[in-house]
């Protein structure tokens, strides 16, 4: 695709409820990364991919968090049980290889009530 | 120590004057810099990337790196309203992770 999409553009769940967020990177990135924005704060690392590997997971918050990566494209980060902590808007980002420029998507906006 | 620092503004300068936005860093390794702007409620963008010591130029802007006293800074020229936004700097950490410093809040008035 033309850029980095994700889905779904906005999320609202119910606390204890799993939620799946979507990305699919910009055709032949080879690296993917997954990132937290709370409101006013930065971007917290959370995962990395190179290919269908993730060399660096230090970043998910806790076991509830988990990523997976298919076929060198599409990425899922899934939260299980979410809490209100886990409010915040997810950002996927890819790039050709590691150490180059990501692209970013439009991110997926999370509330849990 | 956190590994990418920042000041989180906000740095507010006048137009037509010259913004200076500093960032330092805790992993010695780093090889890779990047300058990325973030307007609000949008995805951040890349405006600048620079890999040596000394001053990378691209129109307005200017990377600076320090890697001894690890630090990297961006200057922007003749600021524009437009510019205001949040300017975060991404450093690459252990050749593995790109993380992101909490970023500077500029603020530019006519």
């Known amino acids: 695709g033309a850029g980095v999409s994700q889905s779904p553009s906005n999320k609202v769940t119910e606390k204890g409820k799993d939620v799946e967020l979507r990305c699919d990177p910009i055709?032949?990135?080879?690296?993917l990364y997954w990132y937290r924005q709370s409101l006013g704060q930065g971007l917290e690392f959370l995962i990395y991919f190179q290919g269908n590997s993730a060399p660096d997971k230090s970043g998910l918050p806790s076991d509830r968090f988990s990523a997976e990566r298919t076929g060198g494209s599409v990425s899922t980060l899934t939260i299980q049980r979410t809490q209100q902590e886990d409010s915040a808007v997810y950002l996927c980002?890819?790039?050709?290889?590691?150490?180059?420029?990501?692209?970013f998507g439009s991110g997926t906006q999370l509330s849990v009530l | 120590q956190k590994e990418v620092e920042q000041n989180s503004g906000p740095l507010s300068v006048p137009e037509g004057a010259i913004a200076s936005l500093n960032c330092t860093y805790s992993d010695r390794g780093s090889q890779s810099f990047f300058w990325y702007r973030q307007y609000s409620g949008k995805s951040p963008e890349l405006i600048m990337f620079?890999?040596?010591?000394g001053d990378k130029e691209d129109g307005r802007f200017t990377a600076q790196l320090n890697k001894a006293s690890q630090y990297v800074s961006l200057l922007i020229r003749d600021s524009q309203p437009s510019d205001s936004a949040t300017y975060l700097c991404a450093v690459n950490i252990n050749t593995d992770k790109l993380i992101f410093g909490t970023g500077t809040r500029l603020q530019v008035f006519p």
């Open positions: 980002a890819s790039s050709r290889d590691r150490d180059e420029k990501l692209f």
């Open positions: 620079i890999y040596s010591n």
């Open positions: 055709s032949g990135h080879t690296a």
